[in-house]
């Protein structure tokens, strides 16, 4: 989990403590690295949790001609693929980081590079010859981006509050985006509970020009119905499992998997543990004596495929009054899940990733 964050500008007057105090709001997505870029018309700022190539890849990350930037947050699966594909085409790489191969991408292929990739991501690239912005977000929107046009500026961030520290942005509830909070339990896209912030939608691209905004759908899920027999697509879906989780493997720090027991994660440890040549770690959550509690259902799992298993009872360590605060800070918006109350940040191991699990924070 990475965060991104920046806006645009006119004026020449140096911004760099606004960007600074951002970044220092999402310091808790990315502790291991900070940086910024700052040039006449944009400021961005980037926090990095390095999962892959752990002494290189600092972001913001510039071409070599200077020319064009970018801050990412997320993993591009197929990067690898597409590295050689790009070095084929003349492209030289610097580092062995998705980051780069994303830059390089959309030097070659502009906003059609989108599509090429296979992963989930945010992401901001800044063109300084043609002064203009793209954001992007992946097709199901598993990283979140956030933003804002006051003016003829933009402004934009992994995180709602971010934006809010700007002292452009005013601190004004949209009433209809309550409105269908207090009927939903939650606020649905492109909405948020701030007026004139909006959430990029998954699978779009937005650019800004000249103070010119322009949004475009790069992806959407099209149904095509096909006949299969059972065995089909049982052997169909076993092999995309295999290659979806294989793909989120790569990693140059350990590997884990939240595990509940239920079918979901198991079926992802199924087919990690096969694929891993070392022992997987395994996290769990308990509540032990309740008559929700699954710890019958993962340890047997984790006994089943003899991972390191850790588990966490929160009827021991559970402080829901003491939760809440932090959960309303790192949630933005509201929302109707009691379920969060046991991602408060007392069960979240430490330089472990744990990519594949469902649930996994953002």
């Not at 752990?54 to 699966?77: A, C, H, K, M, R």
């Not at 594909?85 to 030289?92: F, M, Q, T, V």
């Not at 089943?304 to 298993?309: A, K, L, R």
Request: aromatic residues 10%.
């Amino acid at each position: 989990m990475c965060g991104i964050a920046g806006f645009t500008h006119h004026e020449h007057a140096a911004h760099g403590d606004i960007i600074r105090r951002i970044a220092a709001s999402l310091a808790h997505r990315g502790p291991d690295q900070q940086g910024f870029f700052e040039s006449p018309q944009i400021s961005l700022g980037a926090v990095g949790l390095k999962v892959i190539d752990l002494n290189d890849g600092d972001q913001p990350l510039t071409s070599d001609d200077g020319d064009t930037v970018i801050v990412f947050n997320g993993e591009i699966y197929n990067h690898s693929a597409l590295r050689v594909e790009l070095e084929n085409r003349g492209h030289k790489f610097r580092t062995q980081c998705d980051t780069e191969v994303l830059l390089a991408g959309f030097r070659e292929w502009d906003t059609e590079c989108f599509s090429k990739f296979r992963g989930m991501f945010a992401v901001a690239l800044w063109s300084e010859s043609r002064r203009r912005l793209v954001l992007a977000r992946d097709r199901l929107g598993i990283k979140p981006l956030y933003y804002t046009v006051r003016g003829d500026n933009l402004y934009f961030g992994s995180e709602l509050k971010a934006l809010l520290i700007h002292p452009e942005i005013a601190r004004k509830i949209d009433l209809s985006a309550l409105s269908a909070f207090l009927s939903l339990n939650y606020v649905p896209g492109p909405s948020t509970l701030v007026d004139g912030i909006r959430k990029l939608p998954p699978g779009y691209w937005l650019e800004w020009r000249y103070g010119a905004v322009t949004a475009r759908r790069w992806w959407q899920i099209r149904m095509q119905p096909r006949a299969w027999s059972e065995t089909e697509a049982q052997e169909e879906l076993a092999e995309r499992l295999r290659m979806a989780v294989s793909e989120s493997m790569v990693s140059d720090v350990p590997l884990g998997v939240w595990l509940s027991g239920g079918l979901d994660s198991s079926t992802i440890l199924h087919f990690a543990a096969t694929q891993s040549s070392t022992r997987l770690k395994t996290f769990s959550v308990s509540f032990n004596g309740r008559r929700f509690d699954e710890g019958r259902w993962f340890r047997e799992v984790a006994e089943c495929y003899g991972t390191d298993h850790h588990e966490l009872d929160l009827n021991e360590r559970l402080d829901l009054a003491g939760a809440f605060e932090k959960i309303v800070w790192h949630w933005d918006e509201p929302g109707a899940d009691a379920g969060a109350a046991s991602w408060n940040g007392r069960c979240s191991p430490d330089r472990i990733r744990t990519p594949c699990a469902p649930g996994s924070r953002r």
